[in-house]
């Protein structure tokens, strides 16, 4: 059953319907909406002021995280040709990413003008093979997250960058508190069960691991590790646009010949390979996934439309791709089974 | 070249984008943050003006204040000491204000933007005469700006040839028609600043039999000019702002509970000849001297539509234009634009030909809120939208309509406006009794077809932003008397096939009744005009409103209403 409001299902312990079939995730909003006040909506003036703090301070002005997805192609749009600055753009491979997604950052940073670092690595392989082996329940996107937010930091500490960029939406924020302190917010109510199995998995199987022994076990980890070294801002120019993402979509598709990727999950979206096989165990593990919360907030943002959700939301790939990914992590279909 | 020009910390804040002379965005702050005559500092319609244009403080070349902070300050601190210790409260409330906002704007405007570059201070009354005749398209103008009060003027005769405008006299303070207009609202138990209008519409109720009184009291000149004496006025308090002695010469004053009687529609009937007596004689005098009978004119008096009329009926007036948003709302526009051709050399002029300027809202975020809110709500084709509303207004039905950007300016003009059927009787009780809760005596606009005016009006102009009344045709009263005032007047706003689906609307009423003409007042019930749907929904589901046809939507109250 899913919430009437949004697209999260009734899925316990994390989820829970009301009596008016809202779920927790609504139902807070609905309250925090309830008592909003100006202070807590983000302006682009707002933005326009911590990137002006900076500007023309150092070799780079901002550290610009790009996938190849339309929000953060778009970002790094925004950063050179809106607000003109000088970005150094970055991007980290863990060997999953897709053909479609590096061409699109290729055209980008070469329309641009930037200056790209491209980082590959199969550092992860062996994490995200154990995480199937041992049946952990730890969500595959959370731990590539902890990972590459270090490794950003890292990067920006090292050219002393004083802001971070990134392509997260409204949606991908928890709004108002979230500057600096990274992408997930772990400890919301709707990934409690995932982030306590990602936790859980980190300390009984990692930390075990002699290549890992200095893997960071969550993500206040990571950011209190950066703040000890390098102070950086961490934002999205997302947060305070009003940019609808069908126009941000349509002005990189002109601007910078952006594509979509042939198969993605949700649609409209470009994801690693990897991640395929995310979706795949969160839905069977919690019945929903990240993007299902992320959806969920651009809901009650009104941004997006709750069918529009569902139709972006909908597992349409074809199966192959899975067992391509399980083949490259050395593992098969019985991996993945239960039993 | 972009120039935002700023308004506030008096009443009405609100900020306005122009580039190369036109103005592209304007909106005031009261819709966005929902307090009504907001005079914070306009943050939000500073943002939407940017993001409008997709542009961000960097790229503003000027930004412009519409008046001269030191100088009113000086005179607010004249007047303070002036009346002490009568102002002892005033004082406490206005001196930190002045020096916590108000004197240290720049400051305010870096914290707040990050904006680095200098800030221009313009005088008020040229923000107006600016905001009047650098949208008028007019070569040359008499320009006539009245108000309560700028920095020392409130009023200010002038004069503009192509891209330059000068200022030749002013009528300095406590001389203030506006002061005057809202001292004596004050008196009929009416709150100043939102209840001028109210008098002006009790005034045709009564006769001015104290014309000659006010006269007498104001010393009222030839030329249109007079002083207001501190015998009989005190301006420093917003709440009562006459004295006992005025109360003495002409009756005790009204409290707001208490019934209006005969003697407040003549305080009213008066100070409305008052006021047009001296304002068609200074329009008269400006004639006689230079012979231009153009006149562009601003500033809060010129929202009194009867006298934007009586101008026409009485002065040698050939054509006059009137900033929409006339109060100080527009002089953020009238800033902007003085600043354009006067320190950055504009040439180019154009006139303004359309008020909405404000935010639009799209289609995804309404469909969802209406989702969330569990509101029955359906898509229709533009046709089937037009012809559902026509027939339902025909009907006696009651509809809210939102369509497209919001108007800049207090007059709604069919994109957050309130429409209803002006043939039914009893229209305007039902609007002023179940759904905008307002005084029994007060009318309603109507907005009719360009086209069709002259068949209506006796004396009929173009008048696109709702801000002159007409009187209506003998045998054509019959046929609307529910937007009929008590003198047979109404205040009316000019549709033509450039306002689009609006027009098309009134259109359709037109083929259905043979009325080319609908009441339209203000999207609102006691609150500010609503900004975005999510206040369109707020105020349809908590007022008597039966309809709301809002984009390309009609949202119903109840599931199988029909018509």
């Not at chain 1, 994801?271 to 907030?297: A, Q």
């Not at chain 2, 229209?427 to 002023?432: A, G, H, Q």
């Not at chain 2, 068949?455 to 609307?480: A, G, P, W």
Request: glycine share 6%; net charge neutral; with cysteine.
């Amino acid at each position: 059953m899913l919430c009437k409001r949004c697209v999260m299902p009734e899925s316990k312990p994390d989820i829970y319907l009301n009596e008016q079939g809202l779920c927790n995730i609504c139902s807070a909003f609905e309250s925090q909406n309830n008592n909003r006040k100006d202070d807590t909506v983000f302006h682009e003036t707002e933005l326009v002021k911590i990137l002006n703090k900076h500007r023309g301070k150092h070799k780079y002005d901002c550290l610009v995280m790009i996938s190849g997805g339309k929000d953060s192609t778009s970002s790094l749009y925004y950063i050179v040709k809106k607000y003109k600055l000088n970005p150094l753009a970055m991007t980290f491979d863990h060997g999953f990413e897709n053909e479609e997604a590096i061409y699109n950052i290729k055209n980008a940073v070469d329309s641009l003008k930037v200056d790209w670092i491209f980082f590959k690595t199969d550092f992860m392989k062996e994490m995200f093979a154990e995480i199937i082996r041992t049946k952990s329940k730890a969500v595959i996107c959370h731990l590539c997250s902890i990972w590459y937010m270090q490794f950003t930091y890292e990067t920006a500490r090292r050219y002393d960058i004083p802001i971070i960029i990134a392509g997260w939406t409204k949606g991908q924020s928890n709004i108002p508190d979230i500057i600096s302190k990274g992408k997930c917010d772990i400890d919301a109510p709707e990934y409690q069960s995932m982030a306590k199995a990602t936790k859980k998995f980190l300390k009984e199987h990692v930390r075990k691991m002699p290549k890992y022994k200095d893997f960071p076990m969550s993500m206040e980890e990571v950011i209190k590790r950066a703040a000890k070294k390098h102070k950086a801002t961490v934002l999205s120019p997302h947060w305070f646009l009003k940019t609808p993402v069908e126009e941000y979509t349509r002005l990189i598709q002109e601007e910078l010949g952006w594509r979509f990727p042939k198969e993605s999950y949700p649609e409209k979206s470009t994801n690693c390979l990897l991640n395929f096989l995310s979706v795949l165990l969160s839905l069977k593990h919690y019945g929903y996934t990240h993007y299902h919360v992320e959806m969920s907030k651009m809901i009650n943002l009104n941004m997006m439309t709750r069918d529009e959700a569902l139709d972006l939301l909908e597992k349409n790939w074809d199966d192959k791709m899975i067992d391509d990914v399980l083949t490259r992590l050395g593992l098969s279909r019985k991996d993945i089974e239960d039993g | 070249m972009y120039i935002l020009g700023i308004s506030c910390y008096y009443h009405d804040s609100a900020a306005t984008l122009v580039k190369d002379g036109k103005i592209i965005a304007a909106a005031q702050e009261e819709r966005f943050n929902r307090e009504k005559h907001s005079n914070v500092f306009p943050i939000s319609a500073i943002n939407y003006c940017l993001s409008k244009e997709g542009i961000i403080i960097n790229d503003i070349d000027q930004i412009v204040f519409y008046e001269r902070p030191f100088l009113k300050f000086h005179r607010v601190l004249k007047n303070l000491i002036g009346s002490f210790p009568r102002s002892f409260s005033a004082f406490m409330d206005l001196v930190p204000r002045y020096l916590g906002e108000r004197l240290v704007l720049p400051s305010k405007i870096k914290n707040t933007l990050d904006y680095d570059g200098k800030v221009l201070y313009i005088p008020h009354h040229i923000s107006h005469a600016a905001s009047a005749f650098f949208t008028s398209g007019f070569e040359k103008a008499n320009i006539l700006t009245v108000d309560g009060i700028g920095e020392y003027a409130s009023m200010m005769i002038g004069y503009g040839e192509k891209n330059r405008i000068k200022g030749d006299k002013i009528l300095p303070y406590p001389g203030s028609v506006g002061l005057l207009y809202s001292a004596i609202t004050t008196y009929l138990g009416f709150k100043a600043n939102g209840g001028e209008g109210k008098v002006m519409a009790l005034a045709d109720f009564g006769e001015p039999v104290y014309l000659d009184f006010l006269e007498k009291i104001m010393d009222l000149k030839e030329d249109g000019s007079f002083t207001c004496f501190e015998k009989y006025f005190d301006f420093s308090s917003g709440n009562r702002m006459f004295r006992n002695s005025l109360e003495k010469e002409i009756g005790p004053s009204r409290r707001p509970d208490q019934k209006i009687e005969r003697h407040h529609k003549d305080v009213a009937a008066s100070l409305q000849a008052f006021t047009e007596k001296s304002v068609i004689s200074i329009i008269n005098n400006m004639i006689k001297k230079n012979g231009v009978k153009k006149l562009a004119v601003a500033g809060g008096v010129f929202l009194n539509c009867v006298l934007n009329r009586k101008i026409l009926e009485d002065t040698e007036v050939e054509q006059i234009h009137i900033f929409p948003a006339a109060g100080d709302a527009g002089g953020s526009s009238g800033c902007a634009l003085f600043a354009y051709y006067h320190l950055f050399g504009g040439e180019e002029r154009y006139t303004i030909k359309t008020a909405a300027l404000g935010p639009k809202y799209l289609k995804n975020s309404i469909v969802n809120l209406a989702i969330n809110r569990n509101l029955i709500i359906k898509e229709l084709s533009e046709e089937e939208l037009i012809k559902d509303c026509a027939e339902s207004i025909s009907l006696g039905k009651i509809c809210g309509w939102f369509q497209g950007n919001m108007e800049f300016g207090p007059r709604a003009l069919g994109n957050r406006s309130i429409l209803a059927n002006p043939a039914a009787d009893d229209i305007k009780e039902k609007l002023n009794r179940d759904v905008k809760h307002r005084e029994w005596f007060r009318p309603y606009g109507v907005s009719v077809l360009d086209e069709k005016g002259s068949e209506i009006f006796e004396d009929y102009v173009t008048n696109s932003f709702m801000i002159m009344t007409d009187t209506v045709k003998k045998e054509k009263r019959k046929s609307i008397p529910g937007a009929l005032h008590v003198n047979h007047s109404v205040r009316y706003q000019s549709v033509s096939s450039d306002d689009g689906k609006y027009y098309r609307l009134i259109k359709k009423f037109y083929e259905i009744t043979n009325i080319p003409m609908v009441i339209n007042t203000s999207f609102n019930v006691q609150e500010q005009i609503v900004c975005s749907p999510e206040d369109a929904f707020d105020t349809f589901m908590n007022s008597n409103i039966e309809r709301l046809y809002i984009e390309d939507f009609v949202v119903l109250k109840q599931e199988g209403d029909t018509k």
